[in-house]
């Protein structure tokens, strides 16, 4: 006789709890104290250059440097290799929405297309035939826990003389053949709020490839200013896109675990891929391609099969293993579905560009429906770092659930 399900009224297979997020360690404590005490709070601090120094580093980026949030981050990218008001940008239909809302508030038209429901990430061949003359660039997103496929973008790129801006939010240090995300395309795009692996409670970071577009991509965030050790106007347009001191504290410590901390969610990763594969069942880890040689994690990417379902759905089948304590979730909605992209209101830019057909609402692609509404599930990487005794409690949390799916059919049918 099967244990019973916590759906029904059962204890959770899972006593275990993964450790809060996000972490910080002592140096970091010492760090901000003297900050605090020191009274040079922003305007490139000696935390900001370091930090800036040692993240390119980290990444093998030529240039780099950090803003205040990972959505102007995308903008100045997009702005430094060239992209202007009119051009066309071509944008995975399932992203967190400032992918898209970057290019469209410097004027850039948006075209969405889909994605691989196996990765969540863009679609090279939904990408190629996006192309127009008026294309200047591509955001391959590399979305919770999969990477794009580069050499096909790449392809693309070479071909009709595209640039690539790379939305790296998820995965600071992913590399595809050894080359990490952020530093495959011309400029990347990387977000430090609160829930991503690296932290300042906000932030971003802009890296590029050539000293022209960094130039560019500085004087935005620096109310139009070279980057040091001149710091003075440069004859380009710019903002105030800074970052604190307090920030850069937070991002030294955060970087200085960060390998470690990716070692360990990918080793736990496969530890779970390899669980699932045994147990058999609806879930399953997401294919991972052979040509990503280190994987970040901002979630471990999963696909349920409804075949395998026993006539019980994604949600529910989330549910019935939330109750058992593994908790999991399905992706973002697909951006064309958010309100902010169709909301025709006085500060929205979209409003302003009548002659720039922009209606988003309408829309439906294949492969996001259907990674959103039946297949594609989501565990975040705060549960990645816990000790293996969880990855085992997990486990058996979706062997009870496997082995009674019948079980959670009847409860649904009854509630
Ligand atoms: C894929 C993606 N791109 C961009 C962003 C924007 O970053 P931020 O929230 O730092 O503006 C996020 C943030 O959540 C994201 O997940």
Redesign the pocket.
């Known amino acids: 006789m099967s244990e019973r399900l916590a759906l029904t009224g059962g204890n959770p297979a899972v006593a275990l709890q993964p450790s809060p997020w996000p972490i910080s360690g002592d140096q970091e404590v010492e760090w901000m104290t003297e900050v605090v005490r020191s009274g040079k709070w922003s305007w490139m601090g000696p935390h900001e250059t370091a930090f800036a120094e040692q993240f390119c580093q980290f990444l093998g980026a030529n240039h780099g440097m950090c803003v205040s ?3 102007v981050s ?1 903008q100045c990218a997009l702005q430094a290799v060239g992209v202007e008001p009119g051009d066309e940008v071509i944008v995975p239909g399932l ?2 929405v ?2 898209a809302q970057a290019a469209l508030d410097i004027g850039a038209q948006v075209v969405l297309v889909d994605i691989d429901p196996e990765t969540l990430c863009i679609d090279p061949d939904a990408a190629a035939a996006a192309i127009t003359p008026r294309t200047r660039a591509i955001i391959p ?1 590399q ?1 919770y826990g999969c990477m794009c496929d580069m050499d096909a973008l790449g392809e693309l790129a070479r071909k009709h003389d595209l640039r690539i801006v790379e ?1 790296v ?2 995965q600071h240090g992913s590399q595809w053949r050894g080359v990490c995300a952020g530093a495959l395309g011309d400029a990347g ?1 990387f ?3 609160q ?1 991503k692996v690296l932290t300042s409670g ?3 970071f802009v890296t590029c490839r050539d000293e022209e577009a960094f130039q560019t991509a500085f004087a935005l965030k620096q109310v139009g200013w070279t980057p040091p050790p001149d710091m003075k106007p440069a004859g380009h347009y710019g903002h105030n896109y800074r970052i604190t001191e307090m920030q850069c504290v937070l991002l030294r410590g955060g970087l200085s675990r960060l390998a470690e901390q990716t070692e360990q969610r990918d080793a736990n990763v496969q530890y779970l891929a390899a669980g699932l594969e045994r147990i058999g069942g609806p879930l399953r880890a997401a294919r991972r391609d052979p040509r990503v040689t280190r994987q970040a994690y901002y979630a471990m990417t999963m696909v349920f099969d409804p075949q395998k379902g026993e006539g019980i759905t994604r949600d529910q089948y989330l549910q019935a293993l939330a109750a058992e304590g593994f908790s999991a979730g399905g992706p973002y909605d697909p951006v064309y579905r958010n309100p902010l992209l169709n909301l025709y209101d006085r500060t929205s830019p979209i409003p302003y560009r009548p002659d720039v057909p922009q209606d988003y609402a309408a829309l439906r692609l294949p492969g996001c429906e259907q990674a959103k509404n039946e297949t594609a599930v989501l565990m975040s990487h705060t549960r990645l770092l816990a000790e293996r005794a969880y990855m085992d409690q997990l486990l058996e949390g979706v062997e009870k659930v496997n082995g009674q799916l019948g079980e959670v059919r009847k409860h649904f049918a009854e509630v």
């Open positions: 949030n990972g959505t995308i992203t967190w400032a992918t997103v979305l939305d939010a998820h795009s977000s430090f709020q829930s906000e932030g971003g």
